[in-house]
């Protein structure tokens, strides 16, 4: 029998020897056979980052870094691995400590993705915004209209909350409103992660990738080069590239001789590809770096020529032709960058000359990085923006904006853009209430029998002495009499009445609320995340007596299943 004393020093040297094999770093991998559609990775908020690579026949093939869950996960991530079923892949999980050396043991395969029945039933999940089912969003990429389907891509981290691995995410909708999340369509490789860029349909077939009797699909976009080990290895910078479809964007096709832009300068990114059918040629806008736009113009998709610059806004460029209060015979072109702020001029297909200085779009405080679709059914000009609303406690972080449809109009300050949801927003609506034509006092809510997560409230307000607003859900929206200004928060902008009234349209859903003053003069998306104490109330206030000559609020349904 050992003395206590030997006993205590052998348990000592255990603990040291452990803590020791604890501290030990070293890979850890582990062959599989893909028989299945989905591999499922677990996910622990806060845990070391690691990079997981996967290779096939010794070739790399997928490469991300994962907070990989070495206790029980936050929630499950998957990887689509059906284009490699049937091959045998080695997965290397890098920088595991000793204790760990089973960690890749709890990944696994399957049909069907783990936790499926929770999807968008989370407590911060928006209702009729769009968000990805897992991992962190940005900037919308690639819309456009084919076939009876809206294609929405998106930057899209698969892997987890915060940003990285950018890779480009997926989803069609028939209306703009309802949507069904794809696979992710274009991943990282050896050219860089995938930043953003945008999507055309070749009708006339220049790229010469058609093979069937659909049209192609084409996403142009940027090959960020040294964001990713893959490419910092081979020693890539940032450059252009494409992917096709010709199967309505099912699945997705790399140019075998990617890139068809090279590097530029800096971080030159984001292209915006469109048809100028007066010129038959496509045309891309570039963001070079320092504000500063490049104007390319190609036959093909695959072959470009430098036509032009302009010192202008930084990046995710946009560039669109609309008509002047809806006179298709009187146009303008707009050009903007991603915080919105836009020019009015003339493009001639090789420059935009700008008319106006730089106007702003909005007034909110989560609007960036929007883009408009392309091949449109119909004569609208549609928008959506990347919604920077943080969505702490989440699988998925971040969202996009309602879409928008934007107008010019001739305005006392001259040539102003403007932004309307879309109508089919109205085919969200259930329940009803209606105040018509009715004097509310101080202290009186026409409104206190409502609770609710998701409305689309539509007012027309007589403006008199008194200031007025509503309370959604704890956060006030104030109309200011005096200084003729609406304020949200921090954040207020001049509405002056029309004939004596205002009109306002607000879409309150659980994580924003997005509102539009005077038919879409003024908009202002907002952040508005729920605390705990959140009572869902809705009320209208006022100081002294307020004509409401409407007030119409609709509950919104959610778009999801």
Same mark, same amino acid.
């Given at each position: ?43 622990? /908020?806060?845990? #070391? ?20 869950? $070495? ?11 059906? +284009? ?13 400590? !000793? ?15 783990? %936790? ?70 274009? /991943?990282?490789?050896?050219? @860089?992660?995938?930043?953003?860029? =945008?999507?055309?349909? #070749? ?12 049209? +192609?699909?084409?996403?142009?976009? *940027? =090959?960020? !080069? ?8 081979? !020693? ?29 300068? @800096? ?11 007066? *010129? ?17 113009? =190609?036959?093909? &998709?695959?072959?470009?020529? $430098? ?19 809806? %006179? ?62 943080? *969505? ?10 309602? +879409?928008?449809?934007?107008?010019? /109009? ?16 109205? #085919? ?41 607003? &509503? ?37 309150? %859903? ?9 038919? @879409?003069?003024?908009?202002? +998306? ?36």
């Amino acid at each position: 029998m050992f003395r206590p004393t030997v006993l205590a020093f052998l348990m000592l040297l255990s603990a040291h020897l452990q803590a020791a094999d604890d501290l030990l770093v070293a890979d850890v991998t582990r062959d599989m056979t893909f028989t299945e559609t989905y591999l499922q990775l677990p996910v622990k /908020h806060g845990a #070391d980052k690691r990079l997981l690579r996967i290779r096939i026949d010794d070739e790399l093939v997928r490469e991300f870094v994962i907070e990989y869950a $070495e206790t029980e996960p936050d929630y499950w991530v998957w990887l689509d691995v059906s +284009p490699f079923k049937g091959k045998t892949a080695t997965l290397t999980l890098a920088g595991v400590r !000793g204790g760990q050396a089973k960690a890749l043991n709890t990944v696994f395969q399957s049909d069907e993705l783990k %936790d499926a029945k929770g999807f968008y039933k989370e407590r911060l999940r928006p209702q009729f915004h769009f968000t990805s089912r897992r991992g962190w969003n940005n900037d919308s990429n690639g819309l456009v209209y084919y076939a009876g389907e809206y294609h929405l891509f998106y930057q899209h981290n698969p892997f987890g909350w915060a940003w990285g691995n950018m890779t480009w995410g997926h989803a069609v909708s028939r209306d703009m409103i309802h949507w069904q999340e794809l696979d992710d369509a274009i /991943h990282p490789d050896a050219l @860089g992660t995938v930043f953003s860029g =945008s999507a055309v349909v #070749d009708k006339k077939n220049t790229t010469g990738f058609k093979t069937g009797s659909e049209d +192609p699909i084409v996403c142009i976009y *940027t =090959s960020a !080069g040294g964001t990713n080990p893959w490419s910092r290895d081979a !020693g890539n910078k940032f450059t252009q590239s494409l992917a096709y479809s010709n199967d309505r964007g099912r699945t997705w096709t790399l140019y075998a001789d990617n890139p068809v832009l090279a590097h530029v300068r @800096g971080s030159n990114r984001d292209p915006k590809v469109i048809w100028h059918e007066p *010129t038959q040629q496509w045309c891309i806008v570039l963001y070079l770096d320092e504000k500063e736009m490049g104007f390319y113009t =190609s036959k093909d &998709l695959k072959t470009w020529t $430098e036509t032009s610059r302009l010192k202008c806004f930084h990046e995710c460029p946009e560039l669109f032709e609309l008509p002047v209060a809806g %006179d298709s015979a009187q146009t303008k072109w707009v050009l903007y960058g991603a915080s919105g702020e836009y020019m009015i001029g003339d493009f001639d297909g090789k420059a935009f000359t700008p008319e106006t200085e730089a106007i702003g779009f909005h007034h909110g405080d989560c609007f960036y990085a929007s883009q408009t679709f392309n091949n449109m059914p119909d004569e609208r000009r549609v928008q959506i923006a990347w919604g920077q609303v943080p *969505t702490p406690g989440m699988p998925f972080n971040q969202m996009m904006l309602c +879409p928008v449809e934007l107008t010019l /109009h001739t305005t006392p300050d001259g040539l102003r853009m403007q932004a309307f949801p879309i109508k089919e927003v109205r #085919d969200l609506r259930g329940n009803r209430t209606l105040i018509r034509n009715r004097v509310v006092k101080a202290g009186n809510n026409p409104l206190k029998a409502l609770r609710g997560d998701c409305f689309d409230i539509n007012a027309i307000i007589e403006v008199g002495e008194s200031d007025f607003g &509503l309370r959604l859900r704890g956060h006030e929206l104030i109309y200011h009499v005096d200084k003729q200004t609406l304020t949200f928060g921090k954040r207020s902008v001049q509405v002056k009445p029309r004939e004596g009234r205002i009109r306002l349209r607000l879409l309150v %859903d659980r994580t924003s609320i997005e509102i539009f003053a005077n038919q @879409g003069e003024v908009y202002m +998306p907002m952040r508005c995340v729920p605390n705990e104490a959140d009572t869902r109330e809705i009320a209208f206030f006022s100081e002294g007596p307020v004509t409401v000559q409407r007030l119409a609020v609709f509950e919104l349904n959610s778009i999801w299943p």
